[in-house]
């Protein structure tokens, strides 16, 4: 871990049990007065205030002094309130009424991009029968190469919302510019960012000022510490609800089109509060490796999964070779929810 040389330094305040809102008015109003930004953290137990601003002037205050303040710790990490430090609760992210964390499993499927009403609905109709509870699809697509199909836009988020109404389910979709965040936003229950747009740190401002929860892939060749603070600069903005993806990463190995890297999960659940689901499909880039992908992201700890379902993968016009069949997913959420029992997770 680096430490921060800037002049910046964060201090973690812990109230006491019994702390009541007029200490805590009491630090915030303080912080504010020294130009400190304050950002309150109310668990079960205790309220927790993260206080961000110039080192010479935060740390000069005798902050145990303050009536209701258990303790005053420095955060020496470079991410601050995304860390296990800042909050020990595991987030739980409220997606109108479904939860995604704190062993609340996440089961997230569908097409990889929206191709047809006929294709999304078959997708979507397979996908919650089985058990999913949010549905993937895309209408902004990135592609590596320019002349690759690259979406259908706004027509796919019309598409996906009325999928939403036809099957009672929320939709996650990618917003791949910051000037499309309004516009996907006004359609999505989820936000994605992907792993080329990890460190797009105008966009993550973006999404950290708007409403919706935001699924952050991790980057192509992120390390987990730079993951991290990716989601650190959404958080910051003021949106605190956030879930990282794994999604492979770029190794010299090219028997699979990217490498899950499985610890990931338990060093994120170390690291930081914030749910974790596992990519199976972009991980691997192969049908036959969905399944053992994801049974090992289950037991490893990971708060969901996301996985690419077509109804005819033969004629995808994106990833068909990494998309499962409808069926397969059907056996697939049987192991799923096998494995959840055992790892004490509600599905
Ligand atoms: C996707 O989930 O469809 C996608 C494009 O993934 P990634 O950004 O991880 O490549
Ligand atoms: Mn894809």
């Not at 019994?18 to 137990?45: C, P």
């Not at 949010?134 to 979406?151: E, H, I, N």
């Not at 309004?182 to 993550?204: H, K, P, Q, W």
Request: aromatic share 6%; with cysteine.
């Amino acid at each position: 871990m680096t430490t921060n040389t800037q002049g910046d330094e964060s201090l973690i305040i812990v109230m006491q049990k019994d702390a009541d809102a007029a200490d805590v008015d009491h630090v915030v109003e303080r912080l504010h007065d020294i130009g400190a930004e304050a950002h309150i953290s109310v668990g079960r137990f205790r309220t927790v205030i993260g206080a961000l601003g110039d080192r010479q002037v935060i740390q000069q205050l005798p902050w145990e002094a303050f009536p209701g303040v258990e303790r005053a710790v420095p955060v020496l990490k470079p991410f601050k309130f995304v860390s296990r430090d800042f909050q020990q609760e595991d987030t739980v992210v409220d997606v109108g009424g479904t939860l995604i964390g704190g062993r609340r499993f996440a089961p997230i499927a569908g097409p990889c991009a929206v191709e047809s009403r006929e294709q999304l609905f078959a997708s979507a109709e397979a996908v919650v029968k089985a058990g999913a509870r949010v549905l993937r699809g895309d209408a902004f697509k990135p592609r590596t190469s320019p002349y690759s199909f690259q979406g259908l836009e706004e027509k796919g988020l019309e598409l996906l919302a009325e999928a939403r109404e036809e099957f009672g389910i929320p939709f996650v979709a990618e917003a791949v510019d910051p000037r499309d965040v309004e516009l996907v936003s006004g359609y999505a229950d989820i936000i994605r960012v992907g792993t080329r747009n990890m460190a797009n740190f105008t966009l993550l401002s973006e999404l950290g000022k708007q409403s919706r929860p935001v699924l952050l892939k991790r980057g192509l060749t992120a390390t987990i510490e730079e993951w991290l603070n990716a989601a650190e600069y959404i958080y910051k903005e003021g949106n605190h609800d956030i879930i990282l993806c794994e999604r492979g990463i770029r190794t010299f190995e090219t028997a699979t089109r990217n490498t899950l890297d499985i610890s990931a999960v338990p060093v994120i659940k170390g690291l930081s509060h914030l749910p974790i689901i596992v990519d199976p499909s972009h991980s691997g880039g192969r049908r036959d490796l969905v399944a053992p992908l994801t049974r090992i992201a289950v037991a490893a700890g990971a708060d969901g999964f996301m996985i690419d379902v077509h109804p005819a993968p033969e004629t995808a016009l994106v990833d068909g070779a990494q998309a499962i069949l409808p069926a397969e997913f059907a056996t697939l959420m049987d192991d799923v929810r096998a494995l959840c029992s055992v790892m004490g997770f509600e599905l």
